[in-house]
């Protein structure tokens, strides 16, 4: 039994409220490609060519996507550029698409959450939290209890990410306190410094940013996609538990981002 088009998009408004998104984040139905009903989805953390042939061999009626395709306003569709081509090839095969991004980061089981649980971190609270719902914010202070050695919790990011780290030494030499914002986050860190935290672990970190920290917490750096790793599984656990079609996780996906010395094969989106 399928579902209308509507009614998912509905659905994912509740659990993933338009509101608890960041102020000019785009959100919501990309592409309809002139679907009404749907029958299964394939959640993803952006949209590759990769993933929309995953889409179109498994007959996926929507994809599901953390990232936004469509962001920049738009003059022209064409496949000679990449947002051209892949919206092109959506529509051609009847495959809507709906980008949710920071909505699911302001979760509370979302991006930030998951991230810190895989860290072994309780999440005490929304490093921002949302006014209109409750528990709902954008990034978590969490905690480590016991505290850890400020190289122990290096170790367990690397574990995890599986590239090296950027960082800068904070003031303590051992750390209890965590506040995270996955993805692009370094923005943030005016409001990381009023909650006293020990460390701060985000991507996309300027070369300035590190200056202010330093001394003051650990600034780390861990990658834009590494600390959305989890941001599939988080949202298609929830949409298994709302949705009467198949929710499946997209494998194909990788990220565009190299490193030398090469990191032995993909990374792996799945905890």
Request: charged letters at 20%.
């Amino acid at each position: 039994m399928g579902i209308a088009l509507a009614q998912l998009l509905e659905l994912l408004d509740e659990e993933f409220p338009p509101a608890t998104a960041v102020d000019g984040d785009v959100t919501g139905l990309q592409l309809q490609a002139g679907r009404t009903e749907v029958d299964s989805v394939l959640v993803s953390l952006e949209v590759t060519d990769e993933v929309v042939s995953e889409a179109q061999q498994g007959a996926y009626d929507v994809v599901v996507s953390f990232h936004p395709l469509l962001f920049q306003p738009l003059r022209a569709l064409t496949e000679s550029e990449r947002v051209g081509r892949l919206s092109t090839r959506l529509i051609q095969s009847g495959i809507a698409l709906i980008a949710l991004h920071t909505r699911v980061d302001a979760h509370p089981q979302g991006t930030n959450a998951r991230f810190a649980q895989a860290l072994g971190l309780r999440v005490r609270e929304p490093l921002i939290p949302n006014p209109r719902y409750p528990g709902y914010g954008m990034g978590v202070i969490a905690e480590a209890e016991p505290p850890l050695r400020a190289e122990e919790f290096l170790e367990r990011i690397f574990t995890w990410v599986e590239q090296p780290l950027r960082y800068v030494p904070g003031r303590a030499p051992q750390i209890r306190t965590v506040a995270i914002v996955g993805g692009s986050g370094a923005g943030f860190l005016p409001e990381v410094f009023l909650h006293g935290v020990d460390a701060f672990v985000t991507g996309d970190v300027k070369y300035h940013a590190f200056h202010q920290a330093w001394g003051k917490l650990w600034l780390i750096d861990a990658g834009h996609a590494e600390t959305e790793r989890f941001v599939p599984q988080a949202i298609a656990d929830r949409l298994r538990q709302r949705l009467p079609v198949p929710v499946a996780i997209a494998q194909a996906w990788r990220s565009p981002v190299q490193w030398y010395p090469l990191r032995v094969g993909p990374m792996n989106l799945r905890p």
